[in-house]
């Protein structure tokens, strides 16, 4: 099984930055893509970041040019840089990993439990 630990999400001014880290674990299990999501109330959840397993990244156009997401193979995690936060960032976010146990196996998506991320004065 693969579990999706995040951590990082806290209260910051416009502005600001702040770094999320979600962490996967599960013996056996080879993780290819790893994403950032994120759901404001009301709002639909979007992708906000995606990076592949070789590194390749996608960047939603509200933060692109101010977001970073990176991750660390060794570790099995993946990171969410955010610079210049807007208001308009506020938001629950959460990391996916998608994940099989070995070559042919089927691949499943995991997702981490969410972190709030506060953009305010």
């Known amino acids: 099984q693969v579990q999706l630990v995040e951590s990082g999400g806290n209260l910051v001014q416009p502005g600001g930055s702040l770094r999320l880290s979600c962490a996967a674990s599960?013996?056996?299990?080879?993780?290819?893509?790893m994403d950032w999501y994120r759901q404001a109330p009301g709002k639909q959840r979007e992708l906000v970041a995606r990076?592949?397993?070789?590194?390749?990244?996608i960047y939603a156009d509200s933060v692109k040019g101010r977001f970073t997401i990176s991750r660390d193979n060794a570790k099995n995690t993946v990171y969410l840089q955010m610079n210049n936060l807007k208001p308009e960032d506020t938001a629950v976010y959460y990391c996916k990993a998608a994940a099989r146990s070995g070559p042919g196996a089927t691949v499943r998506d995991y997702w981490g439990q969410g972190a709030q991320v506060t953009v305010s004065s």
């Open positions: 990076i592949s397993s070789a590194g390749s990244t």
């Open positions: 599960g013996r056996g299990f080879s993780i290819s893509a």
